[in-house]
């Protein structure tokens, strides 16, 4: 988390998107609330930023071969 801040402060994006796995559920909110406290903590205390939107995604599986399995709805 460390390097991700440095690499917003550095960079300074206009947008901040968090990206989750669908999948996980309620447990998505966890992620986000903590994955924003630590982007607040570890920013320049004259440079805070917080994630800007939230993108859930899902891929159903990945075979051997690496290719990826969608599911079809």
Not at 31 to 55: G, H, M, Y
Request: glycine share 4%.
């Amino acid at each position: 988390m460390r390097a991700l801040a440095k690499l917003v402060a550095v960079n300074q994006p206009d947008l901040i998107i968090f990206v989750g796995e669908a999948l996980v559920g309620n447990d998505a909110v966890d992620q986000l609330t903590k994955f924003n406290q630590a982007l607040i903590d570890l920013s320049p205390k004259d440079n805070i930023r917080e994630i800007d939107a939230i993108l859930l995604t899902k891929f159903d599986t990945v075979d051997e071969k690496g290719k990826f399995n969608l599911l079809a709805t």
